[in-house]
């Protein structure tokens, strides 16, 4: 495992640990469901990695009251604002890895570290299935880069650009560029809802796990698109 980790620990600047939000690890057992493939296996070179940010207040919106959505949107585990969905790796012309063989899950340990990252089991077994498997043979190495790299971003204010008027897409990517000196706005890809509301951020990483430029399936909308960002009261 250590292999894998040192050249992530070595280009990455050190952990901010600014995530703002309250979280509590649940107390009880944590299991994870079998995950069935839904799509092909695609086993190609990786060229890069996205690792895909969930605004939990426009997730949690209609969902507050889902059991399968308890833990991120009742509230009762804590009160999130970005969430992990994701770290993906990328291929060559969109034709990204994914639903590589294995019959590892990640270890009941490292689910627990991970679950203030990402509060739903359903979940982390879901994208170590799809895509961790892609990248290592480890799926608790998965869990650690993927902690790695959220405990190096700085979060910026969404409370407060919520309250700009005439947000747009441009403004929020500049915002975390300015929150973290290793990223430029070009590194951060949006997506929005039909109506324009904040879904995700995209954020984009070379090989190396620096930070690069989005391509335009992952950059999303141009920077002068108006976005709202629902903060949930």
Not at 5 to 21: D, E, G, K
Request: with cysteine; hydrophobic share 40%; charged share 20%.
């Amino acid at each position: 495992m250590k292999w894998w980790l040192a050249p992530l620990l070595l280009t990455l600047p050190a952990a901010a640990q600014a995530q703002a939000y309250q979280c509590t690890v649940p107390q009880g057992p944590v299991s994870l469901p079998r995950v069935e493939p839904d799509g092909p296996v695609r086993q190609t070179a990786i060229t890069g990695y996205t690792l895909a940010l969930t605004w939990s207040p426009e997730f949690c919106r209609f969902r507050a009251d889902a059991p399968e959505h308890t833990r991120q949107c009742s509230g009762r585990s804590g009160r999130f604002a970005l969430t992990v969905h994701g770290l993906w790796p990328e291929g060559r012309g969109g034709d990204w890895p994914q639903w590589c063989p294995t019959r590892r899950q990640p270890s009941e340990a490292q689910v627990r570290a991970s679950m203030c990252m990402t509060p739903d089991a359903a979940l982390i077994a879901h994208e170590w299935a799809r895509h961790g498997a892609c990248m290592t043979p480890s799926p608790d190495a998965y869990l650690q880069v993927t902690r790695i790299l959220w405990n190096s971003l700085r979060i910026p204010d969404f409370d407060r650009l919520s309250r700009q008027r005439g947000l747009t897409a441009g403004a929020i990517r500049a915002a975390f560029a300015d929150a973290n000196p290793y990223w430029d706005a070009e590194d951060v890809g949006l997506v929005l809802s039909n109506r324009g509301w904040l879904r995700e951020l995209r954020l984009c990483y070379g090989a190396d796990f620096m930070p690069t430029a989005c391509d335009a399936r992952r950059y999303g909308p141009d920077d002068d698109t108006e976005v709202s960002i629902w903060r949930g009261l």
